[in-house]
């Protein structure tokens, strides 16, 4: 066994992992309330794999109704180190084409009314996110994006939105001006609340459509998504088996994101100033660093 344990965050149209040896399914319970549904737990080379369908079983919940805080608890509970999203996007850019898979590295957040963060009144803390993704879980993502046969971008600003609803014309053409270059519904405040709870992140962005800022052609769609969808969902199979032979051979030792010691110097509140009920629903994803 290595020291990893990958928590995978499967989105539209994956909603399950193949190649798992050892199997079992898992409910957690979490002081945030119920995650997406019950995670599926195996081994692949003898990597331990925790995979929990971000829309739960039969894609039930949508994006603005997601319980992240509860998703991302759950993966800590379950002793995961790393977290890999993956997740549907459209493309605000002519070379990153349907079909595609992209890697992001930055965020512009156009979400409202989620709560990204398990901290609050009680217990302040500011988390670092300058750079919101782990490189090192990157760049292997990517390794095997290429050797499960995506074409594949290794960096990428994605531009999420708050949905269900997709993009006007208007405001596609606004964030292709602002250099975004995919769109999403579901990757904030799930970044976010990946480095509060100490857990390198990142993100594999399968393209599916040209949102709508292409003249002249027809916008996004659900069905035009659907049909890019079934090709992506089996290069998505093939990277997660991928990435798990090559973290199979690699000892874990800390990300270069220093995410594991992000709420190190973070957390304002003085230990006598914190509210007792929000520090016990905190022991899971901050633990470590209020036992300081």
């Not at 595609?100 to 609050?120: A, C, I, K, N």
């Amino acid at each position: 066994m290595t020291g990893w344990t990958l928590g995978i965050i499967g989105g539209s149209g994956l909603y399950e992992i193949e190649g798992l040896e050892n199997v079992r399914s898992e409910r957690v319970e979490t002081p945030w309330g119920e995650p997406s549904g019950t995670f599926t737990i195996g081994e692949i080379a003898g990597v331990t794999l925790c995979f929990l369908p971000r829309h739960g079983k039969g894609h039930r919940i949508p994006p603005d109704a997601i319980n992240f805080r509860a998703n991302i608890d759950a993966f800590k509970r379950l002793g995961c180190t790393d977290l890999l999203s993956l997740s549907a996007c459209g493309s605000l850019r002519e070379d990153y084409a349907p079909g595609d898979f992209v890697l992001v590295d930055q965020y512009v957040d156009r979400t409202s009314g989620r709560e990204r963060s398990f901290f609050g009144p009680g217990c302040v803390a500011h988390v670092g996110l300058a750079d919101p993704v782990c490189p090192r879980l990157a760049g292997l993502a990517a390794d095997a994006a290429d050797a499960a046969g995506a074409r594949t971008h290794r960096t990428g600003t994605y531009l999420a939105m708050q949905g269900p609803q997709f993009s006007t014309r208007a405001e596609s053409y606004l964030y292709r001006q602002w250099g975004c270059d995919v769109i999403g519904m579901t990757n904030m405040p799930e970044a976010r609340l990946a480095r509060e709870a100490e857990l390198p992140y990142a993100s594999v962005c399968m393209v599916t459509d040209y949102d709508c800022w292409r003249r002249g052609e027809a916008a996004v769609d659900v069905q035009s998504i659907l049909k890019v969808m079934h090709a992506n969902t089996g290069k998505a199979r093939r990277l997660v088996v991928a990435l798990a032979k090559t973290l199979a051979a690699l000892p874990r030792t800390p990300s270069p994101s220093g995410a594991e010691t992000a709420l190190d110097g973070a957390i304002l509140t003085a230990p006598d100033a914190r509210d007792a009920e929000l520090m016990a629903r905190l022991a899971a994803v901050a633990g470590r660093a209020l036992a300081r």
